[in-house]
């Protein structure tokens, strides 16, 4: 059973940081994109960063250069650093994989994704 779990959301000031993390299980992990994505309230999902199998990756324009998206396949966990936090920032953060693709959809493609992490919170207070 395919399975992710994402955590290491909280409370943050603006301008500081955190690292959430993304558990994977119940695939070859090495074989697959990883997607973050985010819902802030009363606003729809969007895509925040991918890394491929590969290790490509691809960001959002409002998160460039401040959020860096990783994976370490020994430990089956991808990983998202956000600096320079924004209260715009605030928003549950999703990963997300299909078991499909190696490569990442485009940040806009969230229907791709099969399988969804339950969320983690991201606060981000001004």
């Known amino acids: 059973e395919v399975q992710l779990q994402a955590f290491g959301g909280g409370l943050v000031q603006a301008g500081g940081s955190l690292r959430l993390s993304c558990a994977a299980s119940g695939f070859t992990f090495d074989d697959y994109a990883i997607g973050w994505f985010r819902q802030a309230p009363g606003k729809e999902r969007e895509g925040v960063s991918c890394?491929?199998?590969?290790?490509?990756?691809t960001y959002a324009d409002s998160v460039k250069g401040r959020f860096t998206t990783s994976r370490d396949n020994a430990k089956n966990t991808v990983y998202l650093q956000m600096n320079s936090l924004k209260p715009e920032d605030t928003a549950v953060y999703y990963c997300?994989?299909?078991?499909?693709?190696?490569?990442?959809?485009?940040?806009?493609?969230?229907?791709?994704?099969?399988?969804w992490g339950q969320g983690t919170e991201v606060t981000v207070s001004s």
């Open positions: 997300a994989t299909d078991t499909f693709s190696g490569d990442c959809y485009g940040l806009d493609e969230d229907y791709e994704y099969e399988y």
């Open positions: 890394i491929s199998s590969s290790d490509g990756r």
